[in-house]
């Protein structure tokens, strides 16, 4: 049995040694266009940060052995043939002509069964200057390294990204924390990371950004990259304003490498551009399998095809393709977009949906719940605040998404961990709260952040107080609306400058709050505020068998404000 | 409405608190023997320790207020009885007769509903000494101040902890790493963490204590405990070896307070000695219900009644009571047992079985996959080797249980959170593989520890390799028996000394072996050796193939030796 394998990365590498070490009499042949193989592509902005000193080190096993031509063939037993492009597939006749990139020199691979792992590759803008010197996409090994010689001969004083998803915060980072450039950041939407992250999470990463230096524009709208001589000198956008630029990287996501399926006849699907595979991941040919960034995979919580370009997924899918290969049954049901990103000082992660796109994904009645608190027991020295996002179905109590940001711990993995291996199994909200999640104080807290969360959620649901917006209530907060009154319930001293500032603004802090139930007017609309709406919530339940009956909770407290930069 | 709650700890605490804001106007009563109440118990450790500087931090809200009987009343709105001991509880009257234990005024109290809340007592070894001074349990605040005193007048030298479950590992850090004292730990057991953790892991953590100073004592077998004056001076051994000590604390389980319950005719287990309770957290009369330390709960695994006691289960216990006390319908299906656990520089976690424990409940061919890995990607600088144990039924593949011993990050964590969610569902290994888990490479590696484990489990279910224990493997390397050769497939230079040491001993490594597979004999039974055992398996398969029929893999490779303490 003769098995080719096209594409040398996480799903292909993945599929051929499995299926070798299935199989050790087969022979397997893997192809790839580039001499450098097996590369950990998630790792880029760590070696252009310089967190990684060598590029090899991104090819090494944890064992030191760099993962080359020889180290497949010798170690591994594969046959391996580096620049070797991988032309056409002639599925009659089962062979795949190819080409060898350094004498041009064309040949025929037979094969019973092929394996396509071609990957993705970056979207370039349509735009006028894209082609300029010194225009960057994350491409491979090879840009990476041209952009870390470029910053280390010193001729980088002044990058501009475009683009704030994954690789757009990574590499913000790289340059700006490791090398001191001032980065500027350039996003079309209005937050970063979107789609991805809720919008409340987002301007906490937005305002920490801001603190570590980087100039992020949202909202832009770049007409043309400008340049001097051929190199690159700046963005120019729609309004007339230039941004100086000495380096620009676009990330603005990836696109299938999907053609050489499409030219063999293989489904390729219209709308994602992403190769069409069932659970096992064979394409339209069943003799054909393919995996990783090149396909397109179900959404697990909208049903959907999409892309969902992750190293992870990759690996994943290239045992199962082994696995199917070998003569097993196995199969990659799909994905629930579980993610983790370390972003400065900052861990953010989450899975399923945010409560923007569950809208858009026509869920009806979203909602949403949010949480901070302390990751470790408040007592615990060094404790940070973390903050939560639930996106739940009302009618149902289903969870749609969980995100979290954190401080730059295992925090937010532990959550997005537990999360997303339940959430393909269609969890509701009272699932959640019967998590059982382990405890000590230098971890967390007696009851876990995902209880807390899901609490938030159902005491929404079930209706015990009305729920307030964060966005909403600094727009009721600004109008001066009489109708409203702002509740403080911290220490006086926490909201001093609040009750100052706002006329309808007062301090009545929690502890005594029931023996001075008395100086509320039952007649306006009651805000409680706090620091995590804890004691608000407690404080709402408590009015509401008082007869008050327009009191409002905000959703995630004060603190939420605070990591957004705003005084409060 | 008027609810009793009997124990104003972290059940009885909760289910007043929940209980109040679900319904405001019911009287909630809180009554506890001690002054103080609500108390984080599991944080004893880290005041003591002096990670937590006052104890009364122990009792505060994450806003800093101290949760006293003012507190409860004025900001909750519950009548607090505290120095109040329950006595008796009159069902058919449905009346409690309580004690002030301050004036020793004799009360009743009566209920519409009550909840027994009343927690669990620390056990002491009935041994001659147990009673003189000096000679501690942690059996709340009052003796951890106590202790924390001593220390701090520096009364203390020489403390022995007897037992090193959970409580005596924590107190051991606390006296040794932040007070500087030598100490000695006794376990009746030959492993730490008996029952607790798998013996592969305790032995890391043996190895990490001793490299800390400890001086740990395995299958301790106490006779007395020594005094001179009336105070401790030693602790004296069957054999007659004596270990000094000027403080000794019992650290060896707990036993629930049930005594009210059963007095009151209600059920109570022979067998566990915890109140017996439905999934609603009802007793035997439907108007009582019992949560916390002292009620005895069903094994999710064994499906066996156990004692749990654990904050975290405490704490959801208690909003379950509040819930049906309200008329809500909520339940408390059981427990998989997960803990989390700092020990000096490493996490230790897990939940659900150790093979050991697995085979004792009656498990019939209990399998075992070890792993260990860098906990981040291997090229991201700082990553730390993590080790993994997963118990599952050979026949069915139904994970059993997960345990992992790390460094002190949240990756521990991370990984038992995930487990622990989906345990309670009979996961089997393949839908560990199957789980989707985030990935960035500064949290994990591409295929999450979980995954790899999951892989190691599955290669062993599918006969692709014999596995070969760790203990077994030292018996038969020191045995010298002549029909076994040891390959070691690592750099020459890290088995130099081995293959010195051991005649059968030799290296092949990893990258040459398919090129010198001609040397070795096909008559001998192979054990092939690497840090993880991921090169071995690999090999294995390769000579699968090549016609040998005996060859073994360490189960969990030579990194796990290193980590007891042995030159490998």
Redesign the interface.
């Known amino acids: 049995m003769r098995v080719l394998v096209i594409g040398a990365n996480?799903c292909g590498a993945k599929t051929a040694?499995r299926l070798?070490?299935?199989k050790?009499?087969w022979e397997v042949v893997l192809i790839d266009r580039d001499e450098e193989i097996s590369y950990?592509a998630?790792?880029i902005p760590?070696f252009i940060s310089g967190?990684?000193p060598e590029e090899t080190?991104?090819r090494?096993?944890?064992?030191h052995?760099v993962r080359d031509k020889a180290?497949f063939e010798?170690?591994?037993?594969l046959v391996v043939l580096t620049k070797t492009l991988a032309q056409e597939i002639d599925r009659k006749n089962k062979v795949v002509k190819v080409k060898k990139l350094d004498t041009g020199e064309e040949e025929t691979l037979s094969y019973d069964k092929l394996v396509i792992a071609t990957g993705a590759s970056p979207k370039v803008l349509p735009i006028p200057g894209k082609d300029l010197e010194g225009v960057y996409t994350i491409s491979g090994l090879k840009a990476a390294v041209e952009i870390k010689q470029k910053i280390a001969r010193g001729e980088v004083e002044k990058p501009l990204i475009i683009g704030a998803g994954f690789i757009g915060l990574e590499m913000t980072e790289a340059f700006s924390d490791l090398w001191g450039l001032p980065v500027t950041l350039l996003e079309y939407f209005p937050q970063v990371m979107p789609r991805i992250l809720p919008l409340e999470l987002a301007k906490i990463v937005e305002n920490h950004l801001r603190e570590r230096g980087v100039e992020l524009i949202l909202n832009a709208r770049i007409k043309e990259i400008l340049g001097k001589d051929g190199k690159v000198c700046g963005v120019k956008m729609e309004d007339g304003k230039v941004y100086e630029a000495d380096l620009v990287l676009m990330a603005t996501g990836i696109k299938p490498n999907s053609e050489l399926a499409k030219k063999a006849g293989l489904l390729v699907s219209p709308l994602t551009g992403g190769i069409v595979v069932n659970e096992r991941m064979q394409t339209s040919d069943p003799d054909i399998y393919a995996g990783g960034d090149c396909v397109e995979v179900r959404h697990l919580i909208t049903g959907k095809k999409v892309l969902m370009p992750?190293?992870?997924?990759?690996?994943?899918q290239g045992?199962v393709i082994a696995n199917n290969l070998a003569g097993e049954f196995d199969t990659?049901?799909g994905?629930?977009g579980?993610?983790?990103?370390?972003c400065f000082d900052l861990?953010i992660?989450g899975?399923g949906l945010t409560p923007e796109v569950a809208k858009f994904e026509g869920f009806s009645d979203v909602g949403h719940a949010l949480n901070n608190?302390?990751e470790r027991?408040?007592?615990?020295?060094g404790a940070e605040y973390a903050f939560y996002s639930l996106t739940y179905e009302k009618t149902t109590g289903r969870v749609l998404g969980f995100h979290a940001v954190g401080p730059?711990?295992?925090?937010t993995?532990?959550?997005?961990?537990?999360?997303?291996?339940?959430?393909?199994?269609k969890p509701t909200v009272k699932d959640l709260?019967?998590?059982?999640?382990?405890?000590?104080?230098?971890?967390?807290s007696?009851?876990?952040p995902?209880?807390d969360t899901a609490?938030v959620a159902e005491n929404q649901m079930e209706g015990?107080y009305k729920v307030l917006a964060l966005e909403e209530f600094l727009k009721i907060l600004e109008s001066g609306d009489a109708e409203w009154m702002f509740v403080d319930v911290?220490?006086p001293k926490e909201s001093e400058h609040l009750v100052k500032k706002y006329a309808n603004y007062i301090s009545i802090r929690?502890?005594?709050?029931?023996?001075r139930v008395n100086e509320l007017p039952k007649n306006k609309k009651i805000v409680l505020l706090?620091?995590?709406s804890r004691?608000s919530?407690?404080i709402a339940?408590?009015l509401?068998?008082k007869g008050f009956e327009h009191v409002f909770v905000l959703n995630g407290g004060l603190n939420y404000y605070r990591k957004w930069g705003l005084e409060f």
Do not use: W
């Not at 090494?60 to 064992?63: G, N, R, V």
């Not at 010798?74 to 037993?77: D, L, P, R, T």
């Not at 992750?310 to 994943?316: D, E, W």
């Not at 730059?408 to 925090?411: E, I, L, M, N, V």
């Open positions: 996480a040694c070798k070490r299935l050790p009499d950990g998630c790792g760590y967190d990684v080190a991104l090494e096993t944890s064992f052995t180290f010798n170690a591994k037993g992750m190293g992870s997924l990759a690996n994943r045992r990659f049901p994905t629930v579980a993610f983790i990103l370390k861990a992660g899975c608190q302390s027991s408040h007592f615990y020295p730059f711990t295992d925090g993995l532990a959550r997005v961990h537990a999360i997303s291996s339940i959430l393909p199994f709260i019967q998590l059982e999640l382990a405890y000590a104080p230098p971890f967390n007696a009851l876990d995902i209880h609490h015990r911290r220490h929690y502890e005594e709050f029931r023996g706090c620091s995590t004691r919530y407690e339940r408590f509401s068998s």
